[in-house]
């Protein structure tokens, strides 16, 4: 029997309890331990995104960070970003703009995407590739996303 | 009299013709006709009874889904080409 | 129906969102990797670290000792099936190779082949346990060169393995195709203008975002469910089936939300080792490929060598083309080769050429579908020469293009005449394109073009359109959906039912619950699986119409079908909405589905043609794209922004597979850049926005016109950057990828 630890931290506003072992990553944590399979896997070694959660503030490839680290910590996945029954504009416009076709980027961008926009919230086509370009898109050709996140900091600075 | 391309490869059975007539309305029937015109063709088209899988029939430029029943009409044009699934690549994955 | 005449549509042509996208943007969708049963086990697989040996033995019991380790297959445990070419299901393949591919027995063919599987009750404990399973190898001599493989003394990988030429001689080369027509000889002495150059194309892969991944539950009836992230649920059923040795009625395949596929999702790999670990361990089992075992593991296309020569008289007619092309197949037989036969140089009339393929074993993994596969590499080749002819000529290379470009009736390099297409008209969207006319200015830049045809596929489809208790429908398939399908799904049955598009919904099912479908992929689900809705909504108003005639107790004849209601052509009843009827379906004769199968005929063939503008690093020779178009032919778009998708999506991995992509492997035959950070795919920042032009040439052979979209776009990227990087540098590359090392040396050796 391996031994867990017991982790206390934030997640989408909520206080969150949870045991894990000390080499289960917070990817793995988020996924298996508390079912929120939002985040995905695509590498596990931090190079496609797909897994990434706002941390304290700042994009971070989860599957680069321990589940016990998530200690204290304030974190934002993708399952947190509509309010209620109401979509971000980020996930409105990524609809709308048809940026997604798979869809298993998606949640990682929505949050990378977010935490830009939180930062930076009239980016350029050009600051927004540099700030998504840890997220691989196999499907899109990133046209369309770049669209849509430009579209949502539109309607969120007139909203 | 429909008119039937022969692949490359296979021209040794004609007597290198690249193209040769036959009758049938059928393909089953056509490569029957075939046959009797250069025996040991069929064996390198029909296997088991059946269109070997590697090989699809275009008649009149549309590959025929039917398999040896396929119509043929008096003047069609035949093809043998090789069967292909589309993005799955060749339908033949040996 | 008319068709490639004007048709006024309500829904088809628009941009609705699509039906399942909610659950996508919340990350509520499933896909394979996130089911959880009760019980679950972890399985994971160990894999050979030698490109090329014989397994001598295989011990597992300490690993099976370990605590928390409930069973380990090995190849031993499944049956031995006999090599020959057969059906499974739909599709026709020797299961002989494909059960080796699944599970090694006496050799191992590529670095990171499986050779056992555990399962366990947790991941990391799987992973612990395949480091105690002893493996006893002789290492063999890798062959790891397309053109080594072919050469008289090279080792044989299959002693069995022969070819129909040579049929008593054992080889490495399992097929040679061939296409001739006309006068090589002729044509060539016809031409003032020869090229002749050989090129040389890495391996590459897929590069869908999902690994793979399948959970197993066998019960004790001998049944077995499959959860998987798959583009063809069927053909996993039978592949499984056949490679486990169960009916193929026994496996039923529940398709996942799949994380794109491009081809390399359509066989099978995790799929039956689930199920046997399963089997072995009376628990559901699910596993998960690691970024490293999709690179090594799963099916990367061919790497090839390719020689191209074309000839033209100096008013920029084509006359003759001899192409002889060698593509890697793997460890087992089955590379793309006929295909790149198939559709190089398909976009010209050409009345003299000869084109040879062939498909060589080697120790590398067995190749896999990928976007229109074998295409690319082909164009690669043929696209550059013609590049290189139209400046001999000097003629603009899209007017040489559209001088010698392919019209209905035109001959296809295997021989049958085209239908109607839209090469030509494909070639003038990207003539009469802003960015085409548009200057391109500044120093070390250089723009390129290239053409890409396809074949697209019809095959086989079924579906069920079910009028629900108010009216609004739902559209059943089983085609997984990977680009958006289910939408244009729904768009063609609310089109013929009348319905808002919010009334329609689309379901991807199981292989229990819909009849069979074929592999989505070959660009077929719009073309084939959207005939089969089309048919099934039309069955659905014709029993909507038979229910009106019997409520106003008139004929059939007597009913016709507009916007969504029955209307009595004679008098003046009030019409019936579907809404209506369905309110009295339990009271006039129950309820009302509409059902179709097809095996789809009148398939479009679609053409692509890029444009890219690149600038060249001098110091570096680092390629920065810095803008791109791309017009293809999609016959009629059902959803215009999902049809972009496509082109900007294949636009973006042709890119890729021009640049950085490839299969690094040492001389041990290992990989050793297998992952994302070494197998370099495009980024957000390395591509520009990308222009999608749709030309819509309807074709005729679909009642809506329909041309598969989903493929042909990732065909002329890599020679378009080639022809672009020429004009940038003087230097005509022939080998992919372009990367920086490689374009450096080209560069810097012409001593400019």
């Known amino acids: 029997m391996t031994h ?156 | 009299m429909a008119t039937v391309f022969i692949p490359a490869l296979m021209r040794k059975l004609t007597r290198g013709q690249e193209s040769i007539v036959a009758t049938g309305s059928t393909v089953g029937q056509i490569i029957n006709d075939i ?58 994955i040996r | 129906m008319a068709s490639g005449t ?83 299901g739909e599709i026709s393949l020797n299961p002989h190779y494909l059960a080796h591919n699944v599970l090694a027995r006496d050799k191992v063919l590529y670095n990171g082949h499986a050779v056992a599987a555990v399962a366990a009750t947790s991941l990391h404990i799987a992973e612990e346990a395949l480091a105690l399973i002893e493996v006893d190898y002789e290492v063999l001599p890798p062959l790891l060169d397309v053109r080594d493989a072919m050469k008289a003394d090279a080792p044989i990988l299959h002693p069995s393995l022969r070819n129909k030429e040579e049929p008593d001689k054992p080889t490495n080369v399992a097929n040679h195709v061939q296409f001739k027509r006309g006068d090589l000889a002729a044509g060539f002495a016809a031409a003032d203008y020869i090229v002749e150059r050989e090129f040389d194309t890495s391996m590459v892969h897929q590069g869908y975002i999902e690994p793979h991944n399948a959970v197993g539950v066998y019960t004790s009836d001998g049944h077995a469910t499959i959860y998987c992230s798959t583009q063809g649920p069927f053909d996993v059923r039978s592949m499984s089936a056949r490679v486990l040795g169960m009916p193929v009625g026994n496996i039923k395949v529940v398709p996942a939300e799949i994380g794109g596929g491009f ?52 008013d ?39 084109i040879d393929g062939y498909d060589v074993v080697l120790n590398k993994p067995k190749t896999a579908a990928y976007r229109a596969p074998g295409a690319t590499n082909a164009a690669f080749g043929s696209e550059t020469v013609i590049d290189e002819l139209a400046e001999k000529c000097g003629i603009d290379p899209i007017q040489f293009r559209i001088m010698n470009g392919a019209k209905e009736g035109s001959l296809q390099p295997a021989g049958p005449p085209f239908k109607r297409i839209g090469f030509i008209e494909t070639c003038q969207a990207i003539a009469n394109s802003e960015h085409y006319k548009s200057k391109l200015t500044g120093k070390n830049r250089g723009r390129g073009v290239a053409a890409g045809f396809w074949f697209n596929a019809g095959m086989q489809s079924t579906a069920t359109v079910n009028i629900h208790a108010d009216g609004s429908a739902s559209v059943v398939t089983g085609s997984p959906d990977i680009g958006g399908s289910r939408a244009s799904m729904s768009m063609i049955a609310a089109e013929v039912l009348g319905l808002p598009i919010s009334e329609v919904r689309a379901v991807v099912a199981d292989t229990d619950s819909i009849g069979h479908a ?129 082109m900007q999506g294949g636009t973006a991995q042709g890119i890729g597979w ?34 999608a032009i749709i030309v819509e040439v309807p074709n005729p052979g679909h009642p809506l016109g329909v041309r598969g979209v989903g493929e042909v776009s990732i065909v002329p990227p890599p020679a378009a950057v080639a022809n672009a990087i020429y004009r940038a540098t003087g230097v005509r590359m022939t080998e992919l990828p372009m990367s920086p090392s490689r374009l450096f040396k080209a560069t810097h050796k012409k001593g400019s």
């Open chain 3, 6 to 88: 004007t048709q006024e549509f309500n829904i088809i042509g628009t941009r609705p969102v699509r039906p399942d996208g909610v659950d996508k943007v919340t990350g509520r969708a499933k896909y394979g990797a996130d089911y959880s049963f009760p019980g679950m086990l972890h399985g994971k697989v160990l894999r050979s670290p030698h490109a090329h040996a014989r397994i001598k033995s295989i011990n597992y019991e300490k690993a099976l000792k370990l605590p928390g380790v409930k069973a380990v297959v090995v190849g031993k445990d499944l049956p031995e099936l006999e090599s020959k070419i057969e059906f499974i």
């Open chain 3, 316 to 354: 920029g007619k084509l006359t003759a083309a001899e192409v002889w092309m060698a593509y890697e197949a793997g460890a087992f037989p089955g590379s793309p080769v006929m295909a790149g036969a198939m559709t190089i140089l398909a976009p010209y009339v050409l009345e003299h050429l000869q």
């Open chain 3, 263 to 314: 081809g390399g999702k359509t066989t099978i790999y995790l799929e039956p080792l689930a199920v046997a670990l399963s089997k072995a361990t009376g628990k559901p089992v699910k596993m998960i490929m690691t970024r490293s075992e999709v690179l090594r593991a799963t099916g990367p296309t061919s790497g090839s060598h390719i020689k191209v020569k074309m000839g033209a008289t100096k």
């Open chain 3, 658 to 691: 021009a640049l950085n992509e490839e299969y690094f492997y040492d001389n041990q035959g290992l990989m050793r850049n297998s992952g994302f950070l070494d197998y370099r795919m495009p980024t957000c920042l390395d591509l520009p926005l990308i222009e």
């Open chain 1, 4 to 159: 867990k630890t017991q982790v206390q931290c934030t997640i989408n506003g909520e206080v969150t309890e949870f045991l894990c072992e000390p080499r289960q990553s917070l990817l793995e944590t988020l996924r298996d331990v508390l079912g929120m399979t939002g985040s995905k896997e695509g590498c596990l070694t931090g190079d496609c995104g797909a897994c990434s959660v706002i941390v304290d503030g700042r994009v971070v490839c989860s599957c680069l960070m321990l589940g016990v680290e998530a200690e204290g910590k304030d974190l934002v996945t993708v399952e947190g970003m509509a309010q209620e029954s109401e979509l971000h504009p980020l996930q409105q416009k990524f609809l709308e703009d048809a940026a997604l076709q798979c869809g298993i980027c998606t949640p990682g961008f929505l949050v990378a995407a977010k935490a830009l926009l939180d930062r930076n919230p009239n980016p350029s086509e050009q600051e927004i590739r540099y700030a998504l370009a840890g997220n691989l898109c196999r499907c899109t050709g990133y046209d369309k996303i770049v669209h849509a996140v430009l579209d949502a900091a539109k309607v969120m600075q007139e909203g």
């Open chain 2, 35 to 92: 046959e009797n015109q250069f025996p040991g063709f069929r064996n390198y088209v029909i296997e088991s009874g059946e269109l070997k899988p590697s090989i699809a029939v275009s008649i009149d430029g549309e590959i025929a889904t039917g398999g040896l029943l396929d119509s043929v009409g008096e003047s069609s044009e035949i093809h043998f080409v090789p069967a292909l699934g589309g993005g799955v690549g060749p339908r033949v």
């Open chain 3, 518 to 646: 074929d592999v989505t992929g070959g660009s077929r689900v719009t073309f084939a699986t959207g005939m089969a809705v089309f048919e099934a909504a039309h069955d659905a108003v014709r029993q909507l119409k038979e229910r009106a005639a019997r409520i106003w107790e008139r004929k059939f004849e007597e009913v016709d079908f507009q916007a969504g209601k029955a209307i009595s052509k004679n008098n003046g009843v009030p019409p019936m909405s579907v809404k209506d009827l369905a309110a009295k379906f339990p009271r006039t004769g129950g309820p009302i589905t509409g059902r179709a199968s097809v095996s789809a005929r009148g398939v479009g063939a679609a053409f692509a043609v890029c444009c890219v503008d690149v600038e060249v690093d001098p110091d570096t020779a680092k390629v920065q794209v810095l803008r791109a178009t791309i017009a293809q032919d999609a016959g009629r778009a059902i959803h215009p922004s999902y049809v972009e998708g496509q």
